[in-house]
């Protein structure tokens, strides 16, 4: 596609019918501010519409909404880093961690970082399968486990090392955790027309102990000096603050809350409640 097409395509759908996100890192996402009925039915969209479903088969592009790309951004993952994601269905975060191991990478190189993909459900499991076989990358591994009880893991030494420490296999610890866990998703409303009838006040708080015991085990599996995300789809504090509170609670001294304001400075945010009510 040139750069004509996509004027073209700005003076039929508006100036900014594609903009990058300027909170992303080396322009690497854009919004596209277009429907998905505009993209399919506009001709003067045609090409540029294969343009995106090719890219998108091959692994070049993938379409996200802009929000659900800013958890993985906040790990600060680092080449060689081993990176566990406990509720990785469909694995748009995890194509996202993927893509930060390869680009971490000296040219030439394959990475040396692995990213542990999980989710409960099996079905789920294959769609994420399918999702990040684009990537073509041999540093992924898939799991099927409750996230709250995921086990421990071991690492094999590579062979001159394990035959100087009698074989002695390494507990693995995550260096970085994303803990994106299943929530109520009242953050979607606006897409998510049939949660309008499911909705009640009380989701949240029916959420609230899973949340809180995936992300401890998440703790649980980092390393010292480690960092875990934690992110939700939806507003409601009981599953947001409440639960970053109670995480804090029960593990003292030993985690902390990191200040990332200084952090994706162009990202607009506010600060998280201090209280909230409880329905
Ligand atoms: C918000 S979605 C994750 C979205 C995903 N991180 C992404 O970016 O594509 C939550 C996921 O948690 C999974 N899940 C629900 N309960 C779980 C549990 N106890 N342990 C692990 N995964 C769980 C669901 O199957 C669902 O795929």
């Known amino acids: 596609m040139t750069s004509g097409d996509l004027w073209r395509m700005s003076d039929e759908c508006g100036e900014y019918a594609l903009s990058p996100l300027p909170w992303y890192p080396g322009n690497l996402a854009w919004h596209l501010n277009l429907s998905r009925k505009q993209l399919r039915k506009n001709p003067a969209l045609e090409s540029f519409h294969e343009f995106l479903k090719h890219e998108s088969e091959v692994g070049n592009v993938t379409r996200q909404e802009a929000v659900s790309m800013v958890p993985p951004l906040f790990l600060n993952v680092q080449a060689g880093h081993h990176i566990l994601d406990m509720c990785a269905a469909p694995g748009s975060k995890t194509f996202q961690l993927l893509e930060m191991i390869h680009q971490s990478k000296e040219p030439g190189l394959l990475p040396t970082a ?12 294959d769609v994420l399968i399918h999702n990040t076989k684009r990537m ?16 421990s893991c071991s690492l094999a030494k590579d062979d001159s090392e394990a035959y100087k420490d009698h074989c002695k296999p390494q507990r693995l610890e995550f260096d970085r955790v994303l803990c994106d866990v299943p929530c109520s998703g009242d953050g979607t409303l606006r897409k998510s027309h049939d949660l309008w009838r499911k909705w009640s006040s009380s989701m949240g708080n029916e959420f609230h102990l899973l949340q809180v015991n995936i992300a401890m085990r998440g703790i649980a599996l980092l390393k010292v000096g480690g960092r875990m995300v934690y992110s939700t789809c939806s507003m409601n504090p009981v599953e947001n603050e409440a639960v970053v509170a109670e995480l804090l609670r029960r593990s003292g001294s030993s985690v902390e809350l990191l200040d990332v304001s200084t952090e994706l400075r162009e990202l607009v945010r506010r600060p998280g409640l201090g209280t909230w009510k409880v329905s």
């Open 136 to 151: 073509c990358t041999a540093n992924l591994i898939v799991t099927n486990h409750e996230a709250q009880s995921f086990p």
């Open 114 to 125: 692995l990213v542990i993909a999980n989710d409960l459900k099996v079905q789920r499991c």
